[in-house]
């Protein structure tokens, strides 16, 4: 079945560090791509998404392009910062995306970043 | 807009007993909400999709007679865990999709901040 694997956290950074978190999936066809962010006490937020190869989701500073060549997601940002810590998760959703469809998630990476 | 809330945020009740937890759209109509369980650094799991009206459905390995779903309105869903053991212990979180057409985003699922369930 359609699964998706990203790197285990934590992930500690120094403030205006470089960030990737790496993400691959395996799925049937072309699912659209997403990542989640977490923050402490609140539900998860879309942070930004992709529905198609070699598109680009951004969003605050965030960017993950849709590979589809290496089941890839990768999220990046140049710089991060105190307030972007976090636990992000990466997730799917099959071909044809509503809002009504089932979302496949990633175990989640938990973001510290050191003022 | 679009927010989804929780009740109870945090519950603790003995073995044996049932807990009903629900799950609202306060801003917002939503035909299809979703209920997940989140162990400890892990993924969230879908256990069943519910939508208003109709029964819901279940994944696999989910004992539906003992999470009972129920998505009476347009803006409530809930959850009964029955019969409740330490097992069950867990974070349950619910998500609800936007229906299409309204002045917020239609294409988006919204999540609710969870309920951690202690069952002792």
């Known amino acids: 079945g359609d699964s998706v694997t990203q790197m285990e956290g934590p992930v500690t950074l120094s403030e205006e560090a470089f960030l990737t978190i790496n993400c691959t999936y395996t799925?049937?066809?072309?699912?659209?791509l997403f990542w989640y962010v977490q923050y402490p006490g609140e539900g998860l937020q879309l942070l930004l998404k992709?529905?198609?190869?070699?598109d680009k989701g951004s969003n605050k500073g965030f960017e993950a392009t849709y590979r589809k060549e290496t089941t890839s997601f990768h999220l990046e940002k140049g710089s991060v910062q105190v307030s972007d810590s976090a636990v992000y998760f990466c997730?799917?959703?099959?071909?044809?995306?509503?809002?009504?469809?089932?979302?496949?998630f990633g175990s989640g990476t938990r973001l510290s970043i050191r003022p | 807009g679009a927010v989804v809330s929780q009740h109870p945020s945090r519950v603790i009740c003995k073995s044996g007993t049932s807990v009903k937890i629900e799950c609202r759209s306060l801003?917002?109509?939503?035909?299809?909400m979703f209920w997940y369980r989140q162990f400890p650094k892990q993924s969230l799991m879908l256990m069943a999709t519910?939508?208003?009206?109709?029964?819901?459905?279940?994944e696999q390995g989910v004992e539906k007679d003992k999470f009972l779903i129920n998505h009476a309105s347009l803006t409530l869903s809930t959850l009964t865990v029955t019969s409740a053991h330490p097992e069950d212990s867990s974070f349950y979180i619910c998500?609800?999709?936007?229906?299409?057409?309204?002045?917020?985003?239609?294409?988006?699922?919204?999540f609710g901040p969870g309920t951690r369930l202690t069952v002792l």
């Open positions: 998500s609800a999709s936007l229906i299409a057409g309204g002045p917020l985003k239609g294409n988006e699922q919204f």
């Open positions: 799925a049937t066809g072309y699912p659209s």
């Open positions: 992709a529905t198609k190869a070699d």
């Open positions: 997730a799917l959703s099959g071909p044809g995306y509503s809002s009504a469809s089932k979302i496949i």
């Open positions: 801003d917002f109509q939503a035909t299809t």
């Open positions: 519910s939508n208003e009206g109709s029964k819901a459905t279940y």
